[in-house]
């Protein structure tokens, strides 16, 4: 089946350069790790592509519309069909302070954002630092090992995949998209909800979502906050059971001590009184402290 304008793809891919060889960007994993680009906090798996909208090099559009979906393909993309020819305007210098004040390290070959723009630190002196607002790919023959995935259909699962474009740090399938009438309702997973730039995400997925379907009225967000599980006390468990050998022994002790003051005569008993002492006369009181001291 091949493609046209407008249609809403799913692609893997991976893109080399051709002057070096080097792998710079792709959809798999594996081969993100063997080629030493593997990023822990990016997402792998096909790229969702909208044929027109220029998400990809152009030379690269006008190949996929002559394309079957599960049609292997590698595609040669001269610097005016990639990302154009460097231009040697787009090179500036850039006071250091400025970097400073958006607490970015200039380390010569970071990409950075300046002003909104994407740009590459090229070298970095004294109170200025070069910086080049080209393309990185600016310039270089690209090669693109691609496929179609999917040419998708379905238009729940366009959204979700508009969705995934605009919050790529939650899989789609954790959305929700319910339809009735002309209004749109999309729940949002709880793992969403206190990601930075939220509402100008859902903003955007709105804006998209009117783009391209425009029988689409209403669009509500939904966040529901769920009461927490409770969980069950423990079991009580039983005392532990208190052990018989020691006081069989003592009470043989006792019986032992018994016997033998049972033979002794019974002492007679004494009565003690305290007398006071004679005034006049000195006294000695034996006590170990105040009843505080005790």
């Known amino acids: 089946m091949a ?13 080399k350069v051709k002057e070096d060889g080097k792998t710079v ?15 822990g906090d990016e997402s792998y798996g096909p790229k969702f592509v909208i044929l027109g909208e220029g998400w990809v090099p152009k030379g690269l559009e006008e190949r996929l519309l002559e394309m079957d979906a599960r049609t ?26 400025k970097f400073r004040e958006q607490n970015i390290d200039p380390q010569p ?12 630190v090229r070298a970095v002196g004294a109170g200025r630092v070069q910086v080049d607002y080209n393309h990185p790919l600016a310039g270089r023959t690209l090669i693109y090992d691609v496929s179609i995935e999917k040419i998708l259909d379905d238009d729940n699962e366009k959204v979700l995949n508009i969705i995934s474009r605009r919050i790529p740090e939650v899989k789609n399938d954790k959305f929700t998209i319910t339809r009735q009438d002309s209004d749109l309702t ?13 509402q100008i995400a859902k903003k955007a997925v709105s804006s998209d979502i009117q783009k391209y379907f425009p029988a689409v009225g209403g669009i509500l ?17 039983e005392p532990a059971k208190p052990s018989t050998a020691e006081p069989a022994q003592e009470a043989q002790t006792e019986t032992k001590e018994d016997a033998q003051t049972a033979d002794k005569p019974e002492k007679p008993k004494t ?17 170990a402290g105040s009843e505080n001291q005790r």
């Open 72 to 97: 292997p393909s590698t595609i040669e993309l001269p610097p005016d069909k990639g990302y154009g020819a460097r231009d040697p305007a787009k090179m500036r210098l850039v006071p250091l302070r």
């Open 3 to 15: 493609t046209k304008q407008g249609d809403f793809l799913l692609l893997n891919y991976t893109l």
């Open 25 to 39: 960007d792709t959809t798999y994993e594996a081969v993100a790790k063997t080629a030493h680009i593997h990023h």
């Open 186 to 198: 999309i729940d949002v997973p709880e793992e969403a909800f206190y990601l930075s730039g939220l």
């Open 221 to 237: 967000f939904r966040e529901t906050f769920k009461r927490p599980a409770e969980v069950a006390p423990p079991l009580p468990t």
């Open 271 to 287: 009565r003690t009184t305290r007398t006071r002492p004679a005034a006049g006369k000195s006294r000695r009181r034996v006590m």
């Open 109 to 120: 070959g970071r990409q950075v954002e300046l002003d909104g723009r994407p740009a590459v």
